[in-house]
């Protein structure tokens, strides 16, 4: 049984079509009069087979609607149908990629052979695509460094995920590694290509613009907008959208996102026409999301529609065993054919690593441009690893006072560490941002949390 959509004007040439595929083949069928209706149909339902007539009275002719076919779904089998045979007509629509021509008075058994053939053509080529697309999966899911039982178990749990098209949440700490674990869920087109993936940094979908940023707009939707413009859910139409650090999220734009979930439909300011979009969501955050819930920080249905793969990425502390090995893929990135030492190797094993994978990243690149090369050894890493110790703080240590519940600790601790490190000399934020081993964009965001201003030295 397959799904069939027959698009044709000619309502008698469509109800004997569809007698025919579905009283002596057993197929679904689903019509369309128009184009318009079934482009639709094409965006919502995966179709198997399109009967498509070549001219069509009052609309768009099929011909002029093949090509936007083909760049939805290359591989989906189009038959041409016309009630006149126009050789030229014919012969252009096979060029543009159409699997087969069926003239309008063909017998219904020429008519089911034709859609039998398309089947088994794109049955072949599905099996051929199923096979790349899982050579590439595992390929991406190998960009998961590491051969700790946190790294195995990590990597056969997005195998895991990347068969589903359901929410991923991810949890991990800063530097651990979330928006490439998100990347590896990205799913392959049918014509084996990756699908989009669109990165939303959460604290910055806020103020007036943000409907514009998520859902688009209409030229002279509002002063200054002098063209149509597309939403982020409509570049992610097919792939996936990733919402980074999703706790920093306006209420007000988390309902917004709890429809379009819902609905898979996005209405561009200044239109009232929906506009249907496919897409998987994968969030990640570094805050418990189910505590901002209780504490009315963060809406209780999307975190239930979020909630439904949740993933906890390891610390690199967990999977300190990885440490040579990353290091190694870091330096090799970096200075192809240089090296480490035994005792520099040591000095990373050792190191806290508060900042994670990013952190360690940070401090190959340090390496790399303090050293004269081949061979790294322990002169050439920052003075913090030599030491011993993380980059500041040391007179911060975490502790867990009475009656204080353990996420309130956590961020009196933050706090502390952010302002012991806005006291120790830095030239920018920048710099500040990468001896934390953070990004700068985040510890922008933290600061801000924590209601701390760096003080700006020329930056």
């Given at each position: 049984m397959a799904d069939i959509l027959i698009c044709d004007d000619d309502s008698t040439f469509q109800l004997a079509t569809k007698l025919v595929l579905t009283k002596q083949a057993g197929h679904r069928c689903h019509t369309a009069k128009n184009t318009d209706e079934a482009w639709v149909i094409l965006k919502k339902q995966k179709i198997d087979v399109l009967l498509l007539d070549i001219e069509m009275r009052t609309h768009e002719e099929g011909l002029e609607f093949l090509p936007r076919v083909r760049e939805?779904?290359?591989?989906?089998?189009?038959?041409?149908?016309?009630?006149?045979?126009?050789?030229?007509?014919?012969?252009?629509?096979?060029?543009?990629?159409?699997?087969?021509?069926?003239?309008?008075?063909?017998?219904?058994?020429?008519?089911?052979?034709?859609?039998?053939?398309?089947l088994q053509h794109l049955k072949d080529r599905r099996e051929v695509l199923l096979?790349?697309?899982?050579?590439?999966?595992?390929?991406?899911?190998?960009?998961?460094?590491?051969?700790?039982?946190?790294?195995?178990?990590?990597?056969t749990t997005l195998e895991r995920f990347s068969k589903s098209d359901a929410p991923v949440l991810i949890y991990g700490e800063t530097g651990t590694g979330k928006e490439l674990a998100a990347r590896s869920l990205r799913p392959t087109?049918?014509?084996?290509?990756?699908?989009?993936?669109?990165?939303?940094?959460?604290?910055?979908?806020?103020?007036?613009?943000?409907?514009?940023?998520?859902?688009?707009?209409?030229?002279?939707?509002?002063?200054?907008?002098?063209?149509?413009?597309?939403?982020?859910?409509?570049?992610?139409?097919?792939?996936?959208?990733?919402?980074?650090?999703?706790?920093?999220?306006?209420?007000?734009?988390?309902?917004?996102?709890?429809?379009?979930?819902?609905?898979?439909?996005?209405?561009?300011?200044?239109?009232?026409?929906?506009?249907?979009?496919?897409?998987?969501?994968?969030?990640?955050?570094?805050?418990?999301?189910?505590?901002?819930?209780?504490?009315?920080?963060?809406?209780?249905?999307?975190?239930?529609r979020l909630n439904v793969l949740p993933l906890r990425l390891p610390s690199l502390p967990e999977r300190r065993e990885d440490i040579p090995l990353l290091a190694s893929e870091f330096l090799r990135r970096a200075r192809g054919g240089w090296s480490f030492s035994a005792e520099a190797i040591q000095c990373l094993s050792d190191y806290s690593w508060p900042g994670n994978i990013r952190e360690l990243q940070n401090v190959i690149s340090?390496?790399?441009?303090?050293?004269?090369?081949?061979?790294?050894?322990?002169?050439?890493?920052?003075?913090?690893?030599?030491?011993?110790?993380?980059?500041?703080?040391?007179?911060?240590?975490p502790s867990l006072p009475a009656?204080?519940?353990?996420?309130?600790?956590?961020?009196?601790?933050?706090?502390?560490?952010?302002?012991?490190?806005?006291?120790?000399?830095?030239?920018?934020?920048?710099?500040?941002?990468?001896?934390?081993?953070?990004d700068r964009s985040h510890l922008y965001t933290k600061l801000k949390q924590h209601g701390l201003k760096p003080q700006r030295r020329g930056e």
């Open positions: 939805l779904d290359p591989d989906l089998p189009i038959i041409m149908s016309s009630g006149k045979t126009d050789l030229e007509s014919v012969r252009r629509a096979l060029r543009e990629g159409a699997w087969d021509y069926s003239p309008k008075g063909a017998s219904p058994d020429d008519l089911l052979h034709s859609v039998s053939q398309a096979s790349q697309a899982e050579i590439r999966r595992a390929a991406r899911h190998d960009s998961i460094l590491g051969e700790s039982e946190p790294a195995r178990r990590l990597r087109r049918a014509d084996g290509s990756l699908a989009p993936f669109v990165a939303v940094d959460s604290a910055t979908i806020q103020g007036t613009m943000a409907e514009s940023i998520l859902f688009g707009h209409e030229k002279g939707a509002f002063t200054g907008a002098d063209k149509t413009v597309r939403g982020l859910f409509e570049e992610a139409d097919g792939g996936v959208v990733f919402f980074d650090e999703l706790s920093n999220m306006p209420l007000a734009i988390q309902q917004k996102l709890l429809r379009v979930i819902q609905e898979k439909e996005v209405v561009r300011l200044g239109s009232h026409r929906p506009i249907p979009v496919q897409f998987r969501v994968v969030c990640a955050s570094n805050q418990e999301l189910e505590k901002l819930v209780a504490e009315g920080r963060f809406q209780a249905d999307l975190y239930q340090y390496a790399v441009t303090m050293a004269d090369g081949p061979e790294l050894d322990v002169g050439d890493l920052p003075e913090r690893l030599r030491a011993g110790v993380p980059l500041i703080l040391s007179a911060a240590e009656n204080t519940g353990f996420y309130s600790s956590v961020l009196d601790y933050e706090a502390k560490l952010l302002k012991s490190a806005l006291q120790t000399p830095y030239r920018s934020v920048s710099e500040l941002a990468e001896r934390l081993g953070m």
